[in-house]
């Protein structure tokens, strides 16, 4: 014989409790289920935020990569810079380039093989010369030579002294040359 089951507690009716008795009997029935369907939820935002702090910590490495990247680029970016000013000044120091195997064309081509050169100072655009000579007329054509030398300028007697005893004549000259 199958057995029956026997409730002592008398079953009332819902609209016959009290509001404690209703408020419980409410809990009990319904409470459950939404305190185990808040927990679900807290648990899946829980989940939900660490995925969210998992794609902000790769985001966070990810700008701080670009970030060197750009840090790099610009340092190149300046180190470009800097070559072109120097390639720059470079090319401006080729333009105004002091030139001493002109000067020493010139002074080969003007100046007669009898003078002998003592001193010779080559400057940008001057050249100072003391020379001795054992006759004036070699002075004479070095001067004439200067003078229609299309590649000088002006041309400075600074100091002449003629000595008879030695027969020679020494003097200094300044020549300006026009741009080489």
Same mark, same amino acid.
């Given at each position: 014989? &199958?057995?029956?089951?026997?409730?002592?507690? $008398?079953?009332?009716?819902?609209? /016959?409790?009290?509001?404690?008795?209703?408020?419980?009997?409410?809990? @009990?029935?319904?409470?459950?289920?939404?305190?185990?369907? #808040?927990?679900?939820?807290?648990?899946?935002?829980?989940?939900?935020?660490?995925?969210?702090? *998992?794609?902000?910590?790769?985001?966070?490495?990810? @700008?701080? /990569?670009?970030?060197?990247?750009?840090?790099?680029?610009?340092?190149?970016?300046?180190?470009?810079?800097?070559? +072109?000013k120097r390639i720059e000044l470079l090319k401006g @120091?080729?333009?105004?380039?002091?030139? &001493?195997?002109?000067?020493? /064309?010139?002074?080969?081509?003007?100046? &007669?093989?009898?003078?002998? %050169?003592?001193? #010779?100072?080559?400057? $940008?655009?001057?050249? +100072?010369?003391?020379?001795?000579?054992?006759?004036?007329?070699?002075?004479?054509?070095?001067?004439?030579?200067? *003078?229609?030398?299309?590649?000088?300028?002006? #041309?400075? %007697?600074?100091?002449?002294?003629?000595? &008879?005893?030695?027969?020679?004549?020494?003097?200094?000259?300044e020549i300006e040359t026009k741009k080489l």
């Amino acid at each position: 014989m &199958p057995t029956k089951e026997i409730n002592l507690v $008398p079953e009332k009716e819902f609209g /016959k409790l009290s509001a404690r008795e209703k408020a419980f009997d409410w809990t @009990v029935k319904y409470g459950r289920t939404i305190v185990i369907i #808040v927990q679900g939820l807290v648990i899946c935002l829980l989940f939900y935020k660490l995925a969210l702090s *998992d794609q902000l910590s790769k985001v966070s490495d990810n @700008v701080e /990569k670009k970030s060197s990247i750009v840090a790099s680029f610009s340092s190149t970016e300046k180190e470009l810079s800097d070559i +072109q000013k120097r390639i720059e000044l470079l090319k401006g @120091v080729k333009r105004d380039l002091f030139k &001493p195997s002109a000067y020493a /064309k010139i002074i080969a081509r003007d100046v &007669p093989k009898d003078i002998s %050169l003592d001193t #010779v100072i080559l400057q $940008p655009n001057l050249i +100072q010369l003391n020379a001795k000579s054992s006759n004036i007329t070699s002075f004479g054509q070095m001067i004439q030579s200067m *003078d229609s030398d299309s590649e000088l300028g002006r #041309v400075d %007697l600074l100091g002449a002294h003629l000595n &008879p005893s030695e027969n020679t004549f020494t003097f200094d000259i300044e020549i300006e040359t026009k741009k080489l």
